[in-house]
């Protein structure tokens, strides 16, 4: 098994660079996002809710505020870091170059993945400022963050695959992603719902994700850890499989 | 000569049912300049494509270099370098950073010390800060043959490298071009631009439909398909070709004042004198003479003008 590592490390470099260009406007959005919901959310709202399973409402927004992030910054990095040299044309230089579809995937996926979990520590750290965070499993709170970050880059690698324009590259997060995030538990634990609408929100995968991110925190989840960990796989490998079956085809990459 | 790249039986379809390549067999010799000429939708692109990796073949195989192009892909396209027809860039990107990229990406650890040769041989070092939005068309196209060498290729396309390119730049790139066979690559252009293959091909092949018609050394298709014409300026005007010049193959120009003789350069016999002769001996006088030997151009013409007739 050969394995082309300067291709990786160009094409991961290259889009680091991309985001180091525009560090600023990468970090201070999710910074001033976090704060504004910690305003209104732990101090102006918070104050007046009860704790939720005894961790306090700004604090227990945490994981699920992390968790959307990491959602959206994944899928819009990995979507727009394959969609753009489709959509300029250099993607031409990426298919002649002796780089294995795993070796591509790879690079993408892992920038993409790098910077929503840089996105994500920085929120992680300024939420500190605001609400006292606890994380009581280390060990699976960066193994949950890297786990969603890289799975939903897949998720969006896929998506900029399939795009065939700008909008449709905003459609999937917009319309699907983001909604099942607000309706996933990430601002509320779904035991709080109506029976009804609890087991409705069974079928929504994202509240295994952000049921299991906040386990590692506070040791309290909405389902069991260990099917919130086998759902998180799950969704991982059947972006894989979908990426797999991209290259094998060469569906919308190659005539 | 031993052959650099072996192309057999290659046919590409695609899924709209268009048939771009048919059954395409060509070995291109080591170190030669091999110009693919043909018109537009001939499948020249397509060609280089799937020699490229862009394009997954129906059929055939192609070897670079001793590598197979889809078993040994690594080593085949390490091999390869592309320069492709549209201009399409990393505009937000700096020169350096996308030949940088390029040289990575296939496979090559950073030599920042060759990059700056590439960038240098292509006058782009003064630029290499430069995003690449901010060039002009001859400058990006500059760009795109610096990220296509970052890797020094044995086996350089140039798929139409001077299309929309001023003179200058142009000359500029013939020059690359002779100076990068002189260093042993390996160069395959395609062109429109007939007058470019006849300045600067070893080889020609022609392509139309998908078909490679012919494949010849440029000295020797110009031999082959050479003919020349030699225009009289007559003395006085005449209507019709006379009966006793009817054993040549001659034409009336500018209303009758110039007669056009055409014949074979590869042929023994001219018919040159006998005709001067057989005119003298008929009372036809001449003021003046002049001799044109037809260019690429009218061979490539003629070429592919009569194989649609013979196809239709």
Same mark, same amino acid.
């Given at each position: 098994?050969?394995?082309?590592?300067?291709?990786?490390?160009?094409?991961?470099?290259?889009?680091?660079?991309?985001?180091?260009?525009?560090?600023?406007?990468?970090?201070?959005?999710?910074? +001033?996002? /976090?704060?504004?919901?910690? +305003?209104?959310?732990?101090?102006? &709202?918070?104050?007046?809710?009860?704790?939720?399973?005894?961790?306090?409402?700004?604090?227990?927004? %945490?994981?699920?505020?992390?968790?959307?992030?990491?959602?959206?910054?994944?899928?819009?990095?990995?979507?727009?870091?394959?969609?753009?040299?489709?959509?300029?044309?250099?993607?031409?230089?990426? *298919?002649?170059?002796? %780089?294995?579809?795993?070796?591509?995937?790879?690079?993408?996926?892992?920038?993409?993945?790098?910077?929503?979990?840089?996105?994500?520590?920085? +929120?992680? *750290?300024?939420?500190?400022?605001?609400?006292?965070?606890?994380?009581?499993?280390?060990?699976?709170?960066?193994?949950? *963050?890297?786990?969603?970050?890289?799975?939903?880059?897949?998720?969006?690698? +896929?998506?900029?695959?399939?795009?065939?324009?700008?909008?449709?590259?905003?459609? &999937?997060?917009?319309?699907? %992603? /983001?909604?099942?995030?607000?309706?996933?538990?990430?601002?509320?634990?779904?035991?709080?719902?109506?029976?009804?609408?609890?087991?409705?929100? *069974?079928?929504?995968?994202?509240?295994?994700?952000?049921?299991?991110?906040?386990?590692?925190?506070?040791?309290?989840?909405?389902?069991?850890?260990? %099917?919130?960990?086998?759902?998180?796989?799950?969704?991982?490998?059947?972006?894989?499989?979908?990426?797999?079956?991209?290259?094998?085809?060469?569906?919308?990459?190659?005539? | 000569?031993?052959? @650099?790249?072996?192309? !057999?039986?290659?046919?590409?379809?695609?899924?709209?049912?268009?048939?771009?390549?048919?059954? =395409?067999?060509?070995?291109?010799?080591?170190?030669?300049?091999?110009?693919?000429?043909?018109?537009? $939708?001939?499948?020249?692109?397509?060609?280089?494509?799937? =020699?490229?990796?862009?394009?997954?073949?129906? !059929?055939?195989?192609?070897?670079?270099?001793?590598?197979?192009?889809?078993?040994?892909?690594?080593?085949?396209?390490?091999?390869?370098?592309?320069?492709?027809?549209?201009?399409?860039?990393?505009?937000?990107?700096?020169?350096?950073?996308?030949?940088?990229?390029?040289?990575?990406? #296939?496979?090559?650890?950073?030599?920042?010390?060759?990059?700056?040769?590439?960038?240098?041989?292509?006058?782009?070092?003064?630029?290499?800060?430069?995003?690449?939005?901010?060039?002009?068309?001859?400058?990006?196209?500059?760009?795109?043959?610096?990220?296509?060498?970052?890797?020094?290729?044995? @086996?350089?396309?140039?798929?139409?490298?001077?299309?929309?390119?001023?003179?200058?730049?142009?000359?500029?790139?013939?020059?690359?071009?002779?100076?990068?066979?002189?260093?042993?690559?390996?160069?395959?252009?395609?062109?429109?631009?007939?007058?470019?293959?006849?300045?600067?091909?070893?080889?020609?092949? =022609?392509?139309?439909?998908?078909?490679? @018609?012919?494949?010849?050394?440029?000295?020797?298709?110009?031999?082959?398909? $050479?003919?020349?014409?030699?225009?009289?300026?007559?003395?006085?005007?005449?209507?019709?070709?006379?009966?006793?010049? !009817?054993?040549?193959?001659?034409?009336?120009?500018?209303?009758?004042?110039?007669?056009?003789?055409?014949?074979?350069?590869?042929?023994?016999?001219?018919?040159?004198?006998?005709?001067?002769?057989?005119?003298?001996?008929?009372?036809?006088?001449?003021?003046?003479?002049?001799?044109?030997?037809?260019?690429?151009?009218?061979? #490539?013409?003629?070429?592919?003008?009569?194989?649609?007739?013979?196809?239709?």
């Amino acid at each position: 098994m050969r394995f082309n590592r300067h291709g990786v490390w160009a094409i991961y470099h290259f889009e680091l660079a991309r985001f180091r260009r525009t560090v600023w406007q990468s970090l201070m959005t999710p910074v +001033i996002t /976090t704060s504004l919901y910690f +305003i209104v959310f732990g101090a102006a &709202i918070g104050s007046r809710m009860s704790e939720v399973n005894g961790v306090p409402y700004g604090a227990f927004i %945490v994981p699920g505020l992390i968790m959307l992030s990491l959602f959206t910054e994944s899928i819009f990095n990995a979507s727009f870091g394959i969609y753009f040299p489709k959509f300029t044309g250099t993607i031409y230089e990426i *298919l002649s170059a002796p %780089v294995s579809p795993a070796e591509i995937v790879l690079a993408y996926v892992g920038a993409a993945a790098t910077k929503s979990m840089l996105i994500g520590s920085v +929120i992680l *750290l300024t939420a500190n400022f605001f609400v006292p965070v606890q994380i009581l499993h280390p060990f699976w709170m960066v193994a949950f *963050l890297i786990l969603t970050a890289v799975t939903f880059s897949l998720f969006g690698f +896929i998506i900029g695959v399939w795009a065939k324009g700008f909008e449709q590259l905003q459609v &999937i997060p917009m319309l699907i %992603v /983001t909604p099942l995030t607000f309706l996933g538990g990430a601002f509320y634990s779904i035991d709080m719902l109506p029976p009804a609408w609890r087991t409705f929100s *069974l079928f929504n995968p994202i509240v295994y994700l952000i049921s299991g991110f906040r386990w590692s925190f506070y040791g309290e989840s909405d389902v069991a850890i260990e %099917v919130s960990l086998l759902a998180t796989l799950g969704f991982f490998g059947l972006c894989l499989l979908v990426v797999g079956w991209i290259f094998k085809s060469g569906y919308r990459l190659k005539n | 000569m031993s052959a @650099i790249l072996s192309i !057999s039986g290659l046919t590409k379809t695609y899924a709209s049912g268009l048939q771009a390549l048919k059954k =395409v067999d060509l070995e291109i010799r080591k170190g030669e300049i091999f110009a693919l000429l043909g018109p537009n $939708g001939a499948g020249k692109t397509t060609l280089i494509s799937i =020699v490229c990796g862009i394009v997954t073949a129906s !059929s055939g195989t192609v070897v670079a270099d001793g590598h197979d192009i889809v078993r040994d892909y690594r080593d085949a396209r390490m091999k390869i370098g592309l320069v492709p027809q549209e201009l399409t860039t990393d505009t937000f990107e700096t020169v350096w950073a996308t030949v940088t990229l390029s040289r990575g990406l #296939f496979g090559r650890a950073p030599n920042p010390a060759l990059v700056e040769k590439v960038l240098r041989d292509l006058s782009l070092w003064d630029k290499r800060k430069d995003k690449i939005m901010t060039l002009s068309g001859g400058m990006k196209r500059r760009v795109m043959i610096a990220k296509a060498l970052a890797h020094e290729p044995s @086996i350089l396309f140039l798929d139409e490298p001077t299309a929309g390119v001023d003179v200058e730049l142009r000359r500029d790139m013939w020059a690359m071009v002779r100076r990068l066979r002189d260093e042993g690559v390996t160069v395959i252009l395609t062109t429109h631009y007939i007058d470019e293959a006849e300045e600067m091909a070893d080889r020609i092949g =022609v392509i139309r439909k998908g078909e490679l @018609i012919l494949v010849e050394e440029k000295a020797t298709l110009m031999r082959k398909l $050479g003919r020349k014409q030699m225009t009289l300026q007559l003395q006085e005007p005449m209507q019709a070709i006379p009966e006793g010049l !009817s054993d040549w193959n001659l034409t009336l120009r500018d209303g009758g004042h110039g007669l056009e003789y055409s014949f074979d350069v590869h042929e023994e016999k001219s018919g040159i004198p006998e005709l001067l002769r057989r005119m003298g001996e008929l009372g036809i006088g001449f003021k003046d003479l002049n001799t044109e030997q037809s260019s690429l151009e009218d061979i #490539f013409v003629s070429l592919v003008s009569t194989r649609t007739e013979s196809a239709s």
